[in-house]
């Protein structure tokens, strides 16, 4: 299978200030230019976990098979890392079709979405990340191909310009965003599958610390891929990152045999990331709620300007993780630290 790229991919707003964290699901740009592609499953059976979503998605490419025809189009939607883009692969592969991966940034003029929906082969997958980022010209060049697989052109200028219509090819439409709620109602409505990924059990992350391991010819005790897996926020590209990190370590220390459950916590120590995958970003956000405002609630504007960082980046690459742990809170009146987040901070409970 091809993978045809186009543009510039996961340039979300995590791509600002906390591009350096390591717990950052976002892409890198060491992971951009190197590795992430030999690591990402090939086929349904190699993608771990996610089970609800690869049982819906066999029997949808089974029957499209069987019907001669395009899979229906798909909207996978989760935060960054879960594995949107490898599934895109996995579906095109298993399709036996070659997927053409872009991301809605780099369609900003119309002819650049024109140009993928016309040289689409038919059956084939076009895998357009960030997608609620679409201009409206795109968007409304994509109705019509989605529908119909029609796309309807301007061509000419003043009296002159006329309407022309193309056919396409048939085609499958993998649509992938961290923000379903920004994406429009009528593009939503057209596709056929629309499916959210989960945040990884320990179970699953520490098989894909495994699989990964043997990628990079490394051998971890069991206690340590069960440590990487607890420190990854449940994100797969995350997981591969931190073991990047204590593969560094173990050739520093001369110790690339065995990677046992201390090494990988020196390595992840050294990069502020503690037992539960909190970093440095994280405390310091928890740390200004509970120290300079009893725990909240604060607004969000007041909390960026106190850490001097966007909200915006606030919003979508710190505050995911320490609501999913229930750290956090997000009320009408602001944010507020749980009971849970105290105790982590070693701060009583709140009465
Ligand atoms: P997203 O598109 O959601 O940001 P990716 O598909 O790029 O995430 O996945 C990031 C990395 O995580 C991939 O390179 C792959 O190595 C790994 N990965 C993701 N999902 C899985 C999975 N289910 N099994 C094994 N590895 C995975």
Redesign the pocket.
């Known amino acids: 299978m091809a993978i045809l790229s186009s543009g510039d991919s996961n340039q979300g707003p995590s791509s600002s200030r906390a591009k350096s964290r390591v717990v950052d699901g976002a892409l890198t740009q060491e992971e951009k230019s190197s590795s992430?592609d030999g690591?990402?499953?090939q086929r349904l059976d190699e993608?771990?976990?996610?089970a609800e979503l690869k049982q819906i998605l066999n029997i949808a490419v089974k029957a499209a098979i069987e019907r001669g025809e395009a899979l229906d189009h798909v909207l996978l939607y989760g935060p960054?890392?879960?594995?949107?883009?490898?599934m895109a692969l996995v579906l095109a592969e298993e399709l036996g079709v070659k997927c053409r991966v872009t991301s809605a940034p780099a369609l900003e003029r119309p002819r650049d979405i024109v140009g993928l929906l016309v040289n689409l082969q038919p059956r084939e997958l076009l895998f357009i990340d960030e997608i609620h980022r679409l201009t409206r010209v795109a968007e409304e060049l994509l109705y019509p191909a989605l529908e119909d697989r029609r796309l309807d052109i301007n061509v000419g200028k003043g009296s002159t310009a006329r309407m022309r219509s193309l056919r396409l090819n048939p085609f499958t439409l993998v649509g992938?965003t961290t923000k379903a709620g920004s994406l429009s109602s009528p593009l939503r409505d057209r596709f056929g599958l629309i499916q959210r990924l989960e945040f990884y059990g320990l179970d699953d992350l520490q098989k894909?610390v495994q699989?990964a391991s043997g990628f990079m010819g490394l051998v971890l005790t069991n206690d340590a891929s069960n440590e990487i897996a607890r420190r990854c926020r449940g994100t797969?590209?995350i997981a591969?990152r931190l073991l990047r990190r204590v593969r560094d370590v173990s050739i520093v220390r001369g110790k690339n045999t065995v990677i046992d459950e201390h090494l990988v916590d020196e390595a992840l120590s050294l990069h502020s990331v503690d037992r539960i995958g909190l970093d440095a970003s994280d405390r310091r956000f928890l740390k200004l709620l509970l120290e300079s405002y009893n725990g909240g609630p604060v607004g969000l504007e007041t909390i960026a300007a106190a850490l001097g960082d966007d909200p915006n980046t606030i919003e979508s690459v710190v505050e995911p993780f320490l609501l999913q742990l229930g750290f956090i809170q997000r009320t009408s009146r602001g944010r507020v630290v749980t009971n849970l987040g105290r105790s982590h901070l070693g701060w009583p409970d709140k009465k």
């Not at 993608?47 to 996610?50: L, P, T």
């Not at 960054?80 to 490898?86: D, F, N, Q, S, V």
């Open positions: 992430e690591l990402r499953p993608y771990i976990g996610q960054p890392g879960l594995g949107k883009t490898t992938a894909i699989r797969p590209r591969n």
